[in-house]
């Protein structure tokens, strides 16, 4: 939808750094498909005040399968960057058991 409306694609800045990222915060899994062709190397890129990544966002709100999608799509846990260091250590930072199973599974 935001699309359809002249969203920015590669829009870079904001409370979450870019629209990827955004996207991944809140789960919004067909906005996030239609974003990462677009989205070229930037798939790591840290943005907002704690520099997280698409990926971290989506770990720290358990949205497993925007997760996967990401990962899918070559995202790296082991990224520098948020309040945990990592994607991979929000996930073991928060106390997410499952995640950190479900994480060393993709490594």
Same mark, same amino acid.
């Given at each position: 939808v935001l699309l359809k409306h002249h969203a920015k694609r590669k829009f870079y800045g904001g409370e979450c750094g870019s629209t990827l990222a955004a996207a991944a915060r809140v789960g919004h899994e067909l906005a996030l498909k239609a974003l990462l062709p677009l989205s070229g190397n930037f798939i790591d890129r840290r943005g907002g005040p704690k520099? %997280?990544? *698409?990926?971290?966002? *989506? =770990?720290? *709100?358990?949205? @497993? !399968? =925007? =997760?996967t999608l990401l990962l899918e %799509?070559? !995202? @790296?846990?082991h990224t520098a960057c948020g309040e945990w260091g990592s994607p991979f250590f929000a996930a073991v930072g928060t106390g997410q %058991?499952?995640?950190?199973?479900f994480l060393l599974g993709h490594e």
């Open positions: 520099f %997280e990544t *698409a990926l971290y966002f *989506a =770990i720290d *709100a358990s949205h @497993n !399968a =925007i =997760i %799509e070559g !995202a @790296n846990l %058991e499952e995640m950190v199973r």
